[in-house]
């Protein structure tokens, strides 16, 4: 390939990526322009707000009181944004750890009815999470949990999904690794530890990003554990800018921007672990 | 019964129950329990209404829902929502296939040299097009340059962060900002249809309308030919697919193709394969369990969602084709505080899911032995 004709593959990959990043930006571009609009532009069709100001952020952030009724709202954000990261950074690392341990037995070790436990696994999944609802809460009720970080935390730490997930990802590792190095006398915690676990590294962080991100916005659950302000979490307390008269759709904007700061600079973390090489290719590589 | 023979399989056989343990203990406590429950309620008439006392009904709640044609139409519903995904997925690897490199240019002078080269057109653009009167023109220019400006600076990161915005901002946001999008009067899309088409061209009321591709109309089910266009149901397809397509997929895909040994690669190198060859040789047969875990999720996940999108967007209308089963379950066990009948239909759903699934396995499960 010439170099002209490599400079203007790159260009036209740029181009079409750029325009589409851009196109899937359009509607949350929306989102942070109405985030500074007044309350009375929120229906006009405009991007720009025609008197922008940040006065919305600072309702939020409880920095000014409401202009009319002179009151500071009822709410606290920053608290919010705490719960959610202490909550799903928990359960991150409790389900990464117990799924890659369940999903190692369920892809490398051969014993019986592994395939028969793991259908199982997978079943539970197909069944509607809703009708689960009450009978998992009345099991926090009897231990407890109800309105508690640990209610909150202890349930999410168990997936099949993630279990699911990794065993794939297992999957795909070639099975003379495991052959190779138990002749060479590693027993099965090594080779989870040392050959399995690193070669894994874009599953666990895959399920890593997924685990934060679904538990930081869980919704359902959360709804029916928490009854106390002092552990809401960020998708419940949202909720509150839905009143039953009028829902203030430029506050939930402006509230749903700050909330997902700490996600996109965890994406932004993590995603960069997520590159080509990291498997070394059947370990022949010099 | 025998679990292992001989020494090794019984070795092989504790060390696996030692790794599986703490996942199966939670899942024993807070999963099999509650489906075993759920699956005896199905039988009863359960109901949150203290006055109705526990009664066991055996196969009536069955009968009642396969009997009842609502919950074949919200079925048929949920299988319609479904069309998006094979679509959504190609759209993920394909992108994936792309974000998966670093796409920066190597040289720094160079590239810093290209980006400050699109922020000063870019940034004189747009201020041209502000002083010239339209605002939004200027924003959206400047959206533009602005993503070349970072992608350029910072390669991958810039745009596998653009695409993953949508799952984000996923939830009550989102959906009231699609709800706005989607008015047909003041929305985002129509104003922007009525621009693209000629004067006097029928725009679609998306979420209010019962038009669909098919042409099906609602409760009671008839084809009409009146009925073809693009309905309330296109438009919630449309919102999944711009959440789906550079969502969670996409980042598996991106782990997954990130996990294939170079040497692979290198190899087709070496036979002279081109890119397209080396996507379809490689890539694709490569990430084949990803691909299954997705299809499976996908087909889960289908099958039971809609619920959010119902409960805020549409509560379940315009007659009933937004309702999906898993609203159907939320309206009848939660409105109408049937939970009995609200965990039937959750079995029959699983019926149906276990059966998909199960096809999918045969094709689909192969374990590497290269």
């Not at chain 1, 749903?256 to 498997?279: A, D, E, H, S, W």
């Not at chain 2, 359960?46 to 919950?71: A, C, H, Q, T």
């Not at chain 2, 079925?75 to 792309?98: Q, W």
């Not at chain 2, 910072?154 to 915005?165: N, S």
């Amino acid at each position: 390939m010439t170099t002209n004709w490599r400079a203007i593959k790159t260009f036209l990959k740029f181009f079409f990526i750029t325009l589409f990043a851009s196109a899937i930006f359009v509607p949350f571009i929306w989102m942070i322009c109405t985030a500074f609009k007044p309350a009375n532009e929120v229906e006009m069709l405009n991007f720009i707000p025609h008197v922008a100001s940040s006065d919305n952020f600072k309702l939020v952030l409880k920095i000014i009181p409401n202009a009319l009724s002179g009151k500071y709202l009822n709410i606290d954000l920053l608290k919010w944004i705490f719960n959610s990261i202490f909550v799903a950074s928990w359960v991150t690392v409790l389900q990464v750890t117990t799924s890659s341990l369940a999903a190692f037995a369920f892809s490398r070790i051969r014993w019986k009815f592994r395939d028969q436990v793991f259908v199982m696994y997978l079943a539970t999944m197909m069944i509607p999470g809703l009708v689960l609802t009450i009978p998992q809460f009345q099991i926090m009720v009897s231990i407890g949990f109800v309105n508690t970080y640990a209610g909150l935390i202890i349930p999410m730490a168990f997936s099949a999904f993630g279990t699911f997930m990794l065993r794939q990802f297992m999957l795909g590792i070639p099975l003379s690794y495991d052959e190779a190095a138990e002749i060479d006398g590693a027993s099965w915690m090594q080779i989870y530890l040392d050959i399995i676990l690193p070669l894994t590294k874009p599953g666990l962080i895959t399920l890593a990003i997924f685990t934060f991100l679904g538990n930081y916005r869980n919704l359902m659950w959360p709804l029916v554990m928490i009854k106390d302000e002092a552990i809401k979490t960020v998708p419940i307390g949202l909720l509150s800018f839905q009143g039953s008269y009028h829902s203030q759709t430029e506050l939930l904007m402006a509230a749903t921007m700050i909330c997902i700061i700490p996600l996109i600079v965890m994406f932004i973390i993590m995603q960069k672990k997520l590159v080509r090489g990291i498997n070394l290719g059947g370990g022949v590589k010099e | 019964m025998k679990l292992w023979e001989g020494k090794r399989e019984k070795r092989d056989f504790w060390a696996a129950m030692v790794f599986l343990l703490p996942n199966f203990l939670g899942f024993i406590a807070f999963t099999v329990g509650p489906v075993l429950l759920s699956l005896y309620m199905s039988f009863t008439n359960w109901s949150m209404k203290k006055s109705i006392p526990l009664e066991w009904v055996g196969f009536r709640n069955y009968i009642d829902l396969l009997s009842d044609g609502e919950f074949w139409f919200y079925f048929y519903n949920t299988c319609y929502f479904m069309l998006g995904v094979p679509f959504a997925v190609c759209g993920s690897l394909l992108l994936a296939n792309i974000l998966v490199d670093q796409m920066r240019i190597k040289v720094d002078r160079t590239r810093n040299k290209l980006a400050m080269l699109t922020a000063v057109v870019g940034f004189i653009t747009c201020a041209f097009l502000w002083i010239g009167g339209s605002q939004d023109a200027a924003l959206f220019a400047g959206i533009v340059y602005l993503a070349a400006f970072f992608g350029i600076l910072f390669g991958t990161t810039t745009y596998r962060t653009m695409f993953y915005i949508p799952s984000f901002a996923a939830g009550v946001a989102t959906m009231i900002l699609w709800m706005q999008i989607f008015n047909p009067e003041s929305g985002l899309l129509n104003n922007l249809l009525y621009y693209l088409f000629p004067a006097g061209t029928e725009l679609p009321t998306w979420l209010q309308s019962t038009d669909n591709l098919l042409g099906f109309l609602p409760l009671p089910a008839h084809f009409n030919s009146s009925g073809f266009g693009f309905g309330a149901r296109e438009a919630i397809i449309f919102m999944g697919f711009w959440g789906a397509i550079g969502g969670n997929n996409m980042i598996l895909y991106i782990a997954s193709i990130s996990n294939i040994p170079d040497s692979y690669y290198e190899a087709a190198d070496i036979d002279g394969a081109g890119s397209v060859a080396k996507f379809w040789h490689i890539t694709v047969p490569s990430v084949a369990p990803t691909t299954f875990f997705i299809l499976i999720m996908a087909v889960i996940g289908g099958l039971q969602g809609g619920f959010q999108m119902a409960k805020i967007m549409t509560n379940g209308g315009p007659i009933g084709t937004t309702t999906t089963l898993a609203y159907y379950i939320y309206s009848s066990g939660f409105s109408e505080l049937k939970l009995g009948f609200a965990s039937a239909v959750a079995w029959i759903m699983f019926i149906i899911v276990f059966g998909a699934t199960l096809t999918q396995w045969k094709y689909g499960n192969r374990q590497s032995e290269a």
